[in-house]
């Protein structure tokens, strides 16, 4: 079956590929682990020598790679300038602190000397999705090579092209072969690579569907694991906030990425006696946004990643709508070319209506008010999903206080959740686990291998 740049913008096809067959398939597999022979020996100077190198052309090329992803999945110019430049902060986060993170580690045992030692383990799989593919792949890539493992990367079949070029810089920047390599191949053939004896752990962010096929193949097979599942992110608003920030920042948090962000703020919380005033501006903003060509540098929202997800998220509010959630605004197929949806806001939904547990991927938000912050919490749990949240509050240790109690890997206090190199990223419950970015990213596919040294004794 064929892979395609599908621009959806316009909804017409770019560009086609020929996915790999699996002669090729097991051919990269074979090259991946003989490249982990060698590549396991290098210094950590070497590594980091290649990710500054990678780093460096991330930076020289962001002009046609940010056009690349912005052609393919149809992320905002200046946004995909800024996935470009965060990937190029990742490769040299890791270069420059690997060694460090990866240093010895000595023990304290009662008797004789120990520590324990960060060695790779192998070829490690990479499963990566459409919506930041250069961020996406950096924050895979990067710290697996700084370990001495082999990477081979299945990026999502929306974008190729970035796929290709990303393949490429490697090869630019003087990775030896085998140590980088991008596969070409649909999504249903990744769960049976899982089973191949040489590849040693394997990594995924995508929906709970394929992350459920991962782990369990991993499980069966007896593999490492690391599974991010997307989101539902509360975005908490309490009456001592400022208001405007909340909202300005509510609106960054809804539509970066046009909307579809496993982090973005998706259910809207707010206290009852700041409600009306938060959503009359909230409303405005969302009302007056500027949608159109996601090249052009005006716009503010952009077509979604394919007609597929438009037609989805599109039905996900219809069905909203049918089951008594009131429809504040939008909530159709924008009427123009392209995989577009309007800005759209639901409130009044309950937790029987189908859409109360679900991910709203796109520029919907559901809106909630509630008495105090005790009922906030509650509400902010009461989701199958545990990655993100936000709490906006002038009383930073009220908001701590908060975020104590709610129940996901990461909380941001006064700003919607984000993502930095050296800030750890993952979740919790069907977010799924393990952690990438930061120290905690370095240590997930790693033998933590303890050496222990007992005194030489006369054995009489």
């Given at each position: 079956m064929p892979i395609q740049t599908v621009n959806p913008f316009t909804n017409k096809v770019v560009k086609t590929f020929e996915e790999m067959s699996e002669v090729t398939l097991n051919n990269l597999v074979e090259q991946s682990a003989k490249a982990f022979e060698k590549w396991k020996n290098t210094t950590y100077e070497q590594r980091a020598e290649l990710l500054n190198n990678v780093a460096r052309l991330l930076r020289e090329r962001k002009s046609e790679l940010s056009k690349t992803i912005t052609l393919e999945m149809g992320k905002l110019i200046a946004q995909a300038e800024g996935e470009i430049e965060l990937s190029a902060n990742i490769f040299e986060y890791y270069a420059k602190h690997g060694a460090t993170f990866l240093a010895d580690k000595y023990l304290n045992p009662e008797f004789g000397k120990a520590y324990y030692k960060h060695s790779p383990i192998g070829t490690i799989l990479g499963v990566e999705p459409w919506n930041f593919p250069f961020y996406q792949v950096a924050r895979f890539a990067a710290p697996n090579l700084m370990i001495g493992n082999t990477v081979l990367v299945k990026l999502a079949s929306l974008v190729p092209q970035c796929a290709i070029a990303i393949e490429q810089l490697f090869a630019d920047a003087g990775a030896p072969t085998g140590v980088y390599i991008n596969l070409q191949i649909s999504g249903k053939r990744v769960s049976a690579m899982v089973s191949d004896t040489r590849i040693k752990g394997?990594?995924?962010?995508?929906?709970?569907?394929?992350?459920?096929?991962?782990?369990?193949?991993?499980?069966?097979?007896?593999?490492?694991?690391?599974?991010?599942?997307?989101?539902?992110?509360?975005?908490?608003?309490?009456?001592?906030?400022?208001?405007?920030?909340?909202?300005?920042?509510?609106?960054?948090?809804?539509?970066?990425?046009?909307?579809?962000?496993?982090?973005?703020?998706?259910?809207?919380?707010?206290?009852?006696?700041?409600?009306?005033?938060?959503?009359?501006?909230?409303?405005?903003?969302?009302?007056?946004?500027?949608?159109?060509?996601?090249?052009?540098?005006?716009?503010?929202?952009?077509?979604?990643?394919?007609?597929?997800?438009?037609?989805?998220?599109?039905?996900?509010?219809?069905?909203?709508?049918?089951?008594?959630?009131?429809?504040?605004?939008?909530?159709?197929?924008?009427?123009?070319?392209?995989?577009?949806?309007?800005?759209?806001?639901?409130?009044?939904?309950?937790?029987?209506?189908?859409?109360?547990?679900?991910?709203?991927?796109?520029?919907?938000?559901?809106?909630?008010?509630?008495?105090?912050?005790?009922?906030?919490?509650?509400?902010?749990?009461?989701?199958?999903?545990?990655?993100?949240?936000?709490?906006?509050?002038?009383?930073?240790?009220?908001?701590?206080?908060?975020?104590?109690?709610?129940?996901?890997?990461?909380?941001?206090?006064?700003?919607?959740?984000w993502t930095e190199a050296d800030l750890p990223f993952g979740g919790t419950k069907n977010s799924g686990y393990g952690r990438e970015l930061s120290e905690l990213g370095i240590q997930e596919f790693v033998n933590r291998k303890l050496i222990r040294i007992s005194e030489l004794s006369d054995p009489m």
């Open positions: 394997v990594s995924l962010t995508g929906s709970e569907e394929a992350g459920s096929s991962i782990a369990e193949q991993a499980g069966k097979h007896i593999k490492k694991s690391v599974l991010e599942l997307g989101g539902s992110d509360a975005f908490i608003v309490l009456e001592d906030a400022d208001i405007d920030q909340a909202v300005k920042w509510g609106i960054i948090g809804r539509i970066n990425n046009n909307g579809e962000c496993c982090v973005a703020s998706k259910r809207f919380i707010v206290l009852e006696e700041v409600a009306d005033e938060f959503l009359k501006k909230f409303t405005e903003k969302m009302k007056n946004l500027v949608i159109g060509d996601p090249m052009d540098p005006k716009t503010e929202l952009g077509p979604l990643s394919s007609e597929a997800a438009a037609v989805h998220i599109a039905q996900q509010v219809k069905s909203a709508v049918d089951a008594g959630a009131k429809l504040l605004l939008g909530g159709t197929r924008s009427n123009r070319e392209g995989a577009f949806m309007e800005p759209t806001i639901l409130t009044d939904i309950k937790p029987e209506n189908p859409v109360y547990y679900q991910e709203l991927f796109g520029p919907v938000a559901s809106f909630f008010v509630v008495k105090d912050e005790q009922e906030a919490i509650k509400l902010a749990n009461d989701s199958p999903y545990g990655l993100g949240c936000s709490i906006f509050s002038s009383n930073i240790e009220r908001a701590r206080n908060i975020a104590n109690h709610i129940d996901t890997g990461m909380i941001f206090i006064n700003h919607p959740t």
